[in-house]
Nanobody, 124 residues
């Protein structure tokens, strides 16, 4: 079982940037696909971006394409968020599992290991 910790959230003005990190405390993340999800008030949990084992395949939900970038090294997966908008506000979670990506990011139900979340608030 992976133990994941998210960090990097905070309060930022519209148009600003944040860089989120998802760190594995027990095992290397190298064998695992990782996906960032966000939970916005009153809405269902949404998949934001996913990255394959090794980092060769990345996907993004339409609303963040061109603004967010996902990347990884051995023990950390990053989500660089630029041009932030108020609708990006939410609690961001990372999840990992040894699964393969198809044409879209895996649903949340396919992940077994989750972090505790980090709050992102985009507001003036």
């Amino acid at each position: 079982q992976l133990q994941l910790v998210e960090s990097g959230g905070g309060l930022v003005q519209p148009g600003g940037s944040l860089r989120l990190s998802c760190v594995s405390l027990r095992l290397t993340l190298d064998p695992y696909a990782v996906e960032w999800f966000r939970q916005t008030p009153g809405k269902e949990r949404e998949g934001v971006s996913c990255i394959s084992s090794g980092g060769g395949d990345t996907k993004y939900t339409d609303s963040v394409k061109g603004r967010f970038n996902i990347s990884r090294d051995e023990n950390t997966v990053y989500l660089q968020m630029d041009s932030l908008r108020p609708e990006d506000t939410g609690v961001y979670y990372c999840a990992a599992d040894d699964i393969l990506f198809g044409r879209s990011c895996p649903p949340a139900s396919q992940f077994h290991d989750w972090g505790q979340g980090t709050q992102v608030t985009v507001s003036a």
